[in-house]
Nanobody, 125 residues
Framework: QVALVESGGGLVQAGGSLRLSCAAS????????MAWFRQTPGKERAFLAS???????NYADSVKGRFTISRDNAQVIVYLQMSSLKPEDTAVYYC?????WGSGSYDSTRRYNYWGQGTQVTVSS
């Protein structure tokens, strides 16, 4: 079992920055890909970025160059640094954990075994 707790969301003006954190606990987290997704009402949860224990990183095209994912393996925290925020970045942001032996693409919600409760990010214009 893996438990994930997100924090760091809030209200920010367009052009501003926020850093989200995802604290993980439970099974050997070296065995999990950690990722960030976001969701707006009526839409599916969308992939943003993923990070393996070994340092493999992937980004969605929509956030490449503005968002940065990082992972502190010692403290078992995954961060999402968001800059140049836009009103369309407003969403609930979720942290997910996917077992490395799982099947499916890293950018699909179906790959992920565990989710946090989400943290709201609101970007005002």
């Amino acid at each position: 079992q893996v438990a994930l707790v997100e924090s760091g969301g809030g209200l920010v003006q367009a052009g501003g920055s926020l850093r989200l954190s995802c604290a993980a606990s439970g099974q050997l987290l070296r065995n999990y890909i950690m990722a960030w997704f976001r969701q707006t009402p009526g839409k599916e949860r969308a992939f943003l970025a993923s990070h393996t224990w070994a340092g493999g990183i992937n980004y969605a095209d929509s956030v490449k160059g503005r968002f940065t994912i990082s992972r502190d393996n010692a403290q078992v925290i995954v961060y999402l640094q968001m800059s140049s925020l836009k009103p369309e970045d407003t969403a609930v942001y979720y942290c997910g954990a996917a077992a490395v032996w799982g099947s499916g693409s890293y950018d699909s919600t179906r790959r992920y075994n565990y989710w946090g409760q989400g943290t709201q990010v609101t970007v005002s214009s």
